[in-house]
Nanobody, 121 residues
């Protein structure tokens, strides 16, 4: 059973960088052909795909967030991380990590429970 767990600060000040980590168990983040995603849901809005890091380390970002987003990984810890810079209150959301199956239209088959991040001074 694949499990994902998000961790990181629940409160970030405007203009700072939001940093979250997703710890994966039950699968390796280098397993072909999967990618590891960050997705968020602002209050009262739908899901927003932010980006992925693939099994081979390749990264792909949402065009609307690309200038502020960086996804990296630590294969020794089986973790991948999100950094979102220059945050504003509009970045307040529940942030989730998920596994995407590159062989199945990038559908997400396993999700973390999500973590609330609030941007406020």
């Amino acid at each position: 059973q694949v499990q994902l767990q998000e961790s990181g600060p629940g409160l970030v000040k405007p203009s700072q960088t939001l940093s979250l980590t997703c710890t994966v168990s039950g699968d390796s983040i280098t397993t072909s052909y999967y990618a590891w995603s960050w997705i968020r849901q602002p209050p009262g809005k739908g899901l927003e795909w932010m980006g992925v890091i693939a099994y081979d380390g390749g990264t792909y970002y949402s065009p609307s967030l690309k200038s502020r987003t960086s996804i990296s990984r630590d294969t020794s810890k089986n973790q991948f991380s999100l950094q979102l810079s220059s945050v504003t209150p509009d970045d307040t959301a529940v942030y989730c990590c998920a596994r995407a199956d590159l062989g199945s239209s990038w559908s997400s088959d396993y999700w973390g429970q999500g973590t609330q991040v609030t941007v406020s001074s």
